[in-house]
Structures are given as C-alpha cells and as structure tokens.
C-alpha cells in the first residue's frame, strides 16, 4: 500500500518479487551484498535483475565489470551480466560524475528505470539503495512496488544505530522486512583461527530486538572486495569459495523469508 501524499507506486506486472538491500548507514558492504545476493539466487536457479537505486554513487557498474557509459536509449537496458539484468545510473553518466538531486529527480529517475527498461519476466528484481533514511531513499522506497527489504549492518554499535533506523523507515512505509544480514561478521585467519574485528553477534540481536529474521552472517574476506573492484563478484568467479557458500545460504533464506510473505510467484525454496 502506499501512505497518503507519497508519490504513486509503479507496477512490475512480469516481476514476481522486488527486493530492496538497505541500510542506514554507509559503506557497511550493501552494493556487495545486493550484487552477490542477486547473483547467488541465479545460481539457485532464479531469473535476476538488479537495479543500482544509488543514483549519488552508483556502484554496480564497478561491481558487476561495466566500464562504460551509453547513450541515454534506453531501449538498450537492462545490460546482462554474468547472467543477470541489470541498471545503473553509472551506465548513462560516469560513475565518478555527482549527482544533485532531490526527491522529485530521485521519483522520476526511478520510475523511467522500473519502467521503461525491460526487466521482463524476472522472479526478483533487488534493489541497491543509497545509504540513509532522507528524503531520496523514502522516495525509493515508496515508488518501487517492494516485496520486501534487507537491512545490511556491520556489527558494532554504530553501524547498529543506523541499521535500526533504516528498518524502522520501512515499517513506517509498511514494507516488509525479510531480515537483517550481519555483514564483515568475522575474519577466519591463517590456519582457521578466528577474528572478530567489529566484534560479531550484533546483527542478530538487533533481529531478536525488532522481531525480524536474522538471515545471516558474511565474513570479512579480501577476495570480496577484491573480485567486487575487479567486476566479478566472488559468488559468480569463485562459487566454491567458503564465502561463497555463505551467499548462497542466504540467498536461500531470502527466498525462505519471501515465500512466507505468500507471493503468488514464489517458487518452493531450494535446499542446499
Ligand atoms: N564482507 C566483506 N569483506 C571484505 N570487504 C568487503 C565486504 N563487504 C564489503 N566489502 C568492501 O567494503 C567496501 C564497501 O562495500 P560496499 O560498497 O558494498 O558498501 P555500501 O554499503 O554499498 O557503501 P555505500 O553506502 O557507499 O553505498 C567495498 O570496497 C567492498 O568491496
Ligand atoms: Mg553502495
């Protein structure tokens, strides 16, 4: 539903399932969740769009290995990468160029990319948002017709706070919070032992605290950040990883949490 006086939201007839990636605060790891997230549920056997929503700093054109800007057609999106569709602001300006914009450019960049690419027929279209709870991200939120968000957090105090808020900004719109992910949660050194830089455990209970899922922890790994700088997320180039089995789990939980939601289009949920 929408509240009274948000902007009209738009419709995705061939889109079963539209995910945002949240959270309050930036750099927490949510563009590499979302582009990992969107490629493991591919590789569980999903049609997969992503739409970088981060029209201030878009990160999906570096992440996904595009490195090159378009003319303003947009009959010629979304691209297809590594298997999934996919939209980025990046695509038409480059990505180093800034963007100042408001709510009003926000509503109506968001709608042309909803609706005038064609996503097709896809089982979820997930959505990297910017960080923050301001006027742009509320807009997002309240044009795209979401099934539901993650909130992405790190695990210390900080990073906490403003997951919070971010989740709390989805309830009042009335989206559905599938769950939150506990993102650089730990660091497995040489020989296997455990670190736990940011400390760990916060993500699952700021879950237990708001009544949400906790869909799960990602380590802190080098090889992510570099196969996300190099243009081909660690999921995609290294599938037998340990990380990657992480990602794959939650892919797998999303999808769990989503059916439960009762959408129509849901397939039954893989087990690993
Ligand atoms: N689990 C991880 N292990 C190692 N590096 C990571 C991990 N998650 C993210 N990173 C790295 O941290 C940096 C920030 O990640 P990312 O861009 O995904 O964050 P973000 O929340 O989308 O940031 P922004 O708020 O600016 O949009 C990137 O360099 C990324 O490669
Ligand atoms: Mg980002």
């Known amino acids: 539903m929408n509240l009274p006086g948000a902007p009209p939201k738009v419709s995705l007839p061939g889109v079963k399932n539209v995910i945002a990636v949240a959270s309050g605060k930036g750099g927490v790891g949510k563009s590499t969740v979302a582009t990992n997230l969107a490629l493991a549920l591919s590789m569980l056997g999903r049609r997969v769009g992503l739409l970088d929503a981060d029209i201030y700093g878009p990160s999906i054109p570096i992440m996904m290995g595009v490195d090159q800007t378009f003319d303003p057609n947009l009959t010629q999106f979304p691209l297809e ?9 990046g695509f038409l300006v480059k990505p180093e160029t800034a963007m100042i914009w ?6 109506k960049y968001i709608t042309v990319f909803l609706t005038q690419v064609s996503w097709d027929q896809l089982d ?19 044009t795209a017709p979401l099934s539901g968000a993650i909130i992405v957090t790190t695990p210390q105090d900080v990073s906490l706070i403003d997951a919070r808020k971010g989740l709390e900004m989805f309830r009042q719109v009335r989206v559905p919070i599938l769950g939150i992910v506990e993102n650089m949660s730990y660091f497995i050194g040489d020989g296997g032992k455990r670190y736990e830089i940011f400390r760990h455990g916060g993500g699952k209970k700021l879950a237990q605290e708001t009544g949400v899922p906790f869909l799960g ?13 190099t243009g081909d997320p660690i999921v995609h180039k290294l599938p037998d ?4 089995k992480t990602y ?3 892919a797998s ?11 129509p289009g849901e397939l039954p949920t893989l087990q690993l």
């Open 81 to 89: 990468r590594h298997g999934i569709k996919l939209m980025s602001i």
């Open 102 to 107: 408001r709510g009003p450019m926000v509503h």
């Open 124 to 142: 979820y279209l997930v959505i990297d948002l910017p960080p923050g709870t301001g006027d742009a991200q509320l807009t997002l939120t309240q």
């Open 217 to 229: 922890e990602i380590p802190i790994d080098p090889a992510i950040a570099e196969c996300g700088d």
């Open 241 to 244: 990883n340990p990380v990657s």
């Open 248 to 250: 794959l789990t939650l």
């Open 253 to 263: 939980a999303v999808s769990a949490e989503v059916a439960k939601l009762g959408t």
